[in-house]
């Protein structure tokens, strides 16, 4: 196998002996580790090391590779400009890998303007290596706003594309979770030592489909960094049994470090963590689309008919009657792998009925949420669907008469307007639901504006 090796490096700036100083002392273990790290490195003697890093040159629907012949980086911007870094990039590969990408119609490439300077993420890690070993090529890649599952996929594109005769490592840069203690720069919250946990013990066991598995409710509030880059790092490794080294864990800063290697042993065509998780997730929307009432139903059913043929669903026969002869304004939110894919509905309605409404905001979801690309007919099998039946909207005077449980809200400042569903995972403030419902708009955050508050009647499948 060309990719000798995967490594779990995190990458805080203050590890650097010229920007922490003392305070280094209280990551002794993650130094001692990356030094670990950085001594094997050099007994491999990669051509190539490949980093994917969360800081890198960021697209929603795109993976950038390093473009250019060669770039440069200095810790300048933390205090330590005399720390500076040159790599060469590995032209070769990395073209190979464009054009393959471009073959296969897959979004890795170098698109996307000039090469960006390198980033933390990306230096941290070389600070280690070069100290053992500087007799390599590079290639930066950075993650995507795709769901962890594209992630994998395009890890175990690049294990495919590798030349036999290559030798490279992969070093997946990223933190854990930002919020584990008060003192920290993020603060705390109960949902960041449950997302280190759910880390740590899928890096400790190499069992990668346990990174999938994490609630997106803990992913986000407990403000991870590092996920999509270990994701790839295990596709990078797609059925290999490892040898697995954990080296080492700690949050001296109220951010999660976890320093770990994986070398390949036997190939096992049975570890294809990729399939095991879609497997399961096919079971589990099988299973709930039995639960489905008839709102959700029709959801679904407008968006795969749209998908599959162009045309729009005419309204089914023999749905309940409030479907027929209410007019209320409709939201619809579709999720893939437990991720948002799109969310679309009115403020009031504009059509004859809930259903067609249903049927309208279903396909907007899909095809015409400007967030995310169009729905993909292979994709339906995988998304499911909440629908908001929305209750008309009531003026009100200050924020003290919302609940983010019970009302969403609607705010307005001349002609922008920006409304926000209650009850959403991660919103738990009024202020902050407030404060998404104006951005959503484009208004200022101390912009004053006009509430208005609504309930809904919200349809989903209760796992």
Same mark, same amino acid.
Request: aromatic share 8%; proline share 5%.
């Given at each position: 196998?060309?990719?000798?090796?995967?490594?779990?490096?995190?990458?805080?700036?203050?590890?650097?002996?010229?920007?922490?100083k003392?305070?280094? !002392?209280?990551?002794?273990?993650?130094?001692?580790?990356?030094?670990?790290?950085?001594?094997?490195?050099?007994?491999? !003697?990669?051509?190539?090391?490949?980093?994917?890093?969360?800081?890198?040159?960021?697209?929603?629907?795109?993976?950038?590779?390093?473009?250019?012949?060669?770039?440069?980086?200095?810790?300048?911007?933390?205090?330590?400009?005399?720390?500076?870094?040159?790599?060469?990039?590995?032209?070769?590969?990395?073209?190979?890998?464009?054009?393959?990408?471009h073959?296969? #119609?897959?979004?890795?490439?170098?698109?996307?303007g000039?090469?960006?300077?390198?980033?933390?993420?990306v230096?941290?890690?070389?600070?280690?290596?070069?100290?053992?070993?500087?007799?390599?090529?590079?290639?930066?890649?950075?993650?995507?706003?795709?769901?962890?599952?594209?992630?994998?996929?395009?890890?175990?594109?690049?294990?495919?594309?590798?030349?036999?005769?290559?030798?490279?490592?992969?070093?997946?840069s990223?933190?854990?979770s930002h919020?584990?203690?008060?003192?920290?720069?993020?603060?705390?919250?109960?949902?960041?030592?449950?997302?280190?946990?759910?880390?740590? #013990?899928?890096?400790?066991?190499?069992d990668?489909?346990?990174?999938?598995?994490?609630?997106?409710?803990? /992913?986000?509030?407990?403000?991870?960094?590092?996920?999509?880059?270990?994701?790839?790092?295990?596709?990078?490794?797609?059925?290999?049994?490892?040898?697995?080294?954990?080296?080492?864990?700690?949050?001296?800063?109220?951010?999660?470090?976890?320093?770990?290697?994986?070398?390949?042993?036997?190939?096992?065509?049975?570890?294809?963590?990729?399939?095991?998780?879609?497997?399961?997730?096919?079971?589990?929307?099988?299973s709930?689309?039995?639960?489905?009432?008839?709102?959700?139903?029709?959801?679904?059913?407008?968006?795969?008919?749209?998908t599959?043929?162009?045309?729009?669903?005419?309204?089914?026969?023999?749905?309940?009657?409030?479907?027929i002869?209410?007019?209320?304004?409709v939201?619809?939110?579709?999720f893939?792998?437990?991720?948002?894919?799109?969310?679309?509905?009115?403020?009031?309605?504009?059509?004859?009925?809930?259903a067609?409404?249903?049927?309208?905001?279903s396909?907007?979801a899909?095809?015409?949420?400007h /967030?995310?690309?169009?729905?993909?007919?292979?994709?339906?099998?995988?998304?499911?669907?909440?629908?908001?039946?929305?209750?008309?909207?009531?003026p009100?005077?200050?924020?003290?008469?919302?609940?983010?449980?019970?009302?969403g809200?609607?705010? !307005?400042?001349?002609?922008?307007?920006?409304?926000?569903?209650?009850?959403?995972?991660?919103?738990?403030?009024?202020?902050?639901?407030?404060?998404?419902?104006?951005?959503?708009?484009?208004?200022d955050?101390?912009?004053?504006?006009?509430?208005?508050?609504?309930?809904?009647? /919200?349809?989903?499948v209760?796992?």
């Amino acid at each position: 196998m060309s990719i000798l090796a995967g490594y779990v490096v995190p990458h805080p700036p203050i590890i650097v002996n010229e920007i922490g100083k003392e305070d280094r !002392k209280d990551a002794t273990a993650t130094i001692d580790a990356y030094k670990q790290v950085a001594k094997d490195i050099a007994k491999l !003697k990669p051509d190539t090391i490949i980093v994917s890093s969360p800081h890198g040159k960021l697209y929603r629907d795109y993976f950038h590779l390093s473009s250019g012949l060669n770039a440069r980086g200095d810790f300048g911007q933390f205090g330590a400009k005399e720390v500076e870094f040159t790599v060469s990039y590995d032209t070769s590969l990395i073209k190979e890998l464009s054009d393959q990408a471009h073959h296969h #119609n897959l979004p890795l490439g170098t698109l996307g303007g000039h090469e960006m300077g390198l980033d933390h993420g990306v230096m941290v890690p070389l600070y280690f290596i070069n100290q053992s070993y500087q007799d390599y090529q590079l290639i930066r890649i950075s993650p995507s706003g795709f769901d962890l599952l594209e992630h994998y996929k395009i890890g175990k594109f690049i294990q495919g594309v590798i030349p036999e005769n290559k030798k490279v490592v992969w070093v997946a840069s990223g933190d854990l979770s930002h919020k584990l203690k008060e003192s920290g720069p993020y603060g705390f919250v109960e949902e960041g030592p449950e997302l280190d946990n759910h880390i740590v #013990n899928a890096l400790k066991t190499s069992d990668f489909d346990q990174l999938f598995t994490i609630p997106s409710q803990i /992913r986000q509030k407990g403000a991870e960094c590092g996920l999509s880059s270990f994701v790839m790092m295990a596709g990078v490794l797609d059925q290999y049994k490892v040898k697995t080294d954990f080296l080492s864990y700690e949050a001296p800063f109220g951010v999660g470090y976890a320093v770990s290697m994986y070398h390949p042993i036997d190939r096992d065509e049975t570890l294809k963590y990729d399939e095991r998780y879609q497997s399961k997730i096919t079971e589990s929307i099988q299973s709930n689309k039995a639960k489905e009432d008839p709102y959700i139903q029709l959801a679904r059913q407008s968006l795969e008919h749209f998908t599959k043929h162009r045309q729009r669903l005419d309204v089914p026969d023999e749905l309940p009657e409030e479907m027929i002869n209410e007019q209320k304004s409709v939201f619809v939110t579709l999720f893939k792998h437990g991720q948002l894919r799109g969310c679309v509905g009115k403020t009031a309605p504009t059509l004859d009925n809930v259903a067609e409404e249903i049927i309208d905001s279903s396909i907007s979801a899909g095809h015409h949420d400007h /967030r995310f690309s169009p729905v993909k007919e292979e994709e339906l099998p995988y998304l499911s669907y909440k629908v908001d039946v929305l209750f008309p909207p009531e003026p009100i005077s200050t924020i003290d008469e919302l609940d983010v449980k019970t009302y969403g809200v609607i705010v !307005k400042h001349g002609y922008r307007s920006g409304l926000l569903l209650p009850n959403l995972d991660g919103i738990d403030t009024i202020e902050e639901q407030v404060r998404i419902a104006k951005q959503k708009a484009g208004i200022d955050p101390n912009e004053r504006v006009d509430l208005e508050r609504f309930k809904v009647v /919200r349809h989903e499948v209760n796992e």
